[in-house]
Protein backbone atom coordinates (compact mmCIF):
# COMPACT_ATOMS: atom_id res chain seq x y z
CA UNK A 1 0.00 0.00 0.00
CA UNK A 2 1.33 3.64 -1.00
CA UNK A 3 1.00 6.54 0.81
CA UNK A 4 0.79 9.85 -0.03
CA UNK A 5 2.68 12.88 1.69
CA UNK A 6 2.01 15.97 0.11
CA UNK A 7 4.00 18.73 0.38
CA UNK A 8 2.95 22.63 -0.37
CA UNK A 9 4.77 25.28 -2.06
CA UNK A 10 3.07 28.33 -1.12
CA UNK A 11 4.45 32.12 -1.81
CA UNK A 12 3.43 35.58 0.00
CA UNK A 13 0.51 36.77 -2.12
CA UNK A 14 2.07 40.35 -1.79
CA UNK A 15 5.34 39.12 -2.92
CA UNK A 16 4.21 37.04 -5.58
CA UNK A 17 2.17 40.00 -6.92
CA UNK A 18 5.28 42.27 -6.95
CA UNK A 19 7.37 39.99 -8.94
CA UNK A 20 4.35 38.96 -11.30
CA UNK A 21 4.28 35.34 -10.53
CA UNK A 22 0.82 33.90 -11.11
CA UNK A 23 1.68 30.52 -11.43
CA UNK A 24 4.29 27.69 -10.68
CA UNK A 25 5.12 28.13 -14.44
CA UNK A 26 6.34 32.05 -13.76
CA UNK A 27 7.72 30.86 -10.77
CA UNK A 28 10.20 28.49 -12.45
CA UNK A 29 11.04 30.94 -15.11
CA UNK A 30 12.37 33.29 -12.61
CA UNK A 31 13.75 30.65 -10.29
CA UNK A 32 15.41 28.28 -12.96
CA UNK A 33 16.09 24.52 -10.93
CA UNK A 34 14.97 25.98 -8.13
CA UNK A 35 11.76 23.73 -8.13
CA UNK A 36 13.70 20.40 -8.79
CA UNK A 37 16.42 22.06 -5.53
CA UNK A 38 13.35 21.75 -3.18
CA UNK A 39 11.89 18.59 -4.65
CA UNK A 40 15.80 17.11 -3.93
CA UNK A 41 15.98 18.51 -0.65
CA UNK A 42 12.05 17.04 0.22
CA UNK A 43 13.52 13.76 -1.21
CA UNK A 44 17.17 13.79 1.13
CA UNK A 45 15.08 14.77 4.23
CA UNK A 46 12.66 12.01 4.14
CA UNK A 47 15.85 9.75 3.64
CA UNK A 48 17.42 10.79 6.17
CA UNK A 49 14.32 11.25 8.96
CA UNK A 50 13.29 7.08 8.09
CA UNK A 51 16.78 5.91 7.13
CA UNK A 52 15.15 4.41 4.20
CA UNK A 53 14.73 5.76 0.02
CA UNK A 54 11.73 6.82 -0.98
CA UNK A 55 10.79 7.05 -4.44
CA UNK A 56 9.39 10.22 -5.61
CA UNK A 57 6.00 9.98 -7.98
CA UNK A 58 6.56 9.31 -11.55
CA UNK A 59 4.83 11.45 -14.25
CA UNK A 60 3.48 14.79 -12.93
CA UNK A 61 4.28 16.43 -9.56
CA UNK A 62 3.88 19.90 -9.37
CA UNK A 63 -0.06 21.42 -9.54
CA UNK A 64 -1.21 24.56 -10.04
CA UNK A 65 -3.43 26.32 -7.32
CA UNK A 66 -6.68 24.82 -8.27
CA UNK A 67 -5.09 21.32 -8.68
CA UNK A 68 -3.94 21.45 -5.26
CA UNK A 69 -6.62 23.14 -3.58
CA UNK A 70 -8.77 19.88 -5.12
CA UNK A 71 -6.06 17.53 -3.13
CA UNK A 72 -6.20 19.11 -0.01
CA UNK A 73 -10.26 19.18 0.29
CA UNK A 74 -10.00 15.60 -0.76
CA UNK A 75 -7.39 14.53 1.81
CA UNK A 76 -9.69 16.35 4.04
CA UNK A 77 -12.53 14.48 2.63
CA UNK A 78 -10.95 11.13 3.71
CA UNK A 79 -9.24 12.22 6.62
CA UNK A 80 -13.16 13.46 8.22
CA UNK A 81 -14.64 9.74 6.69
CA UNK A 82 -11.40 7.90 8.68
CA UNK A 83 -11.75 10.33 11.68
CA UNK A 84 -15.32 9.08 11.91
CA UNK A 85 -15.61 5.65 11.08
CA UNK A 86 -16.69 5.25 7.81
CA UNK A 87 -12.83 3.81 6.26
CA UNK A 88 -11.42 0.87 8.06
CA UNK A 89 -7.74 1.42 8.46
CA UNK A 90 -5.48 -1.97 7.84
CA UNK A 91 -3.99 -0.52 11.19
CA UNK A 92 -5.07 0.60 14.35
CA UNK A 93 -4.67 4.32 14.36
CA UNK A 94 -5.25 6.40 17.87
CA UNK A 95 -7.21 9.49 17.75
CA UNK A 96 -6.90 11.86 20.55
CA UNK A 97 -9.65 12.03 22.24
CA UNK A 98 -12.09 14.44 20.67
CA UNK A 99 -12.27 18.17 22.06
CA UNK A 100 -15.63 18.95 20.55
Do not use: C
Not at 44 to 66: D, R
Amino acid sequence: MHKFDWKVLAMNEAEAARRKIESIDDYERLNPKKVEKIMKWFNSYKISQSHEKTALLKGKMLYNAEETIKLIKNGHVNYEELFMGGIKPRNPIWFPPSRR
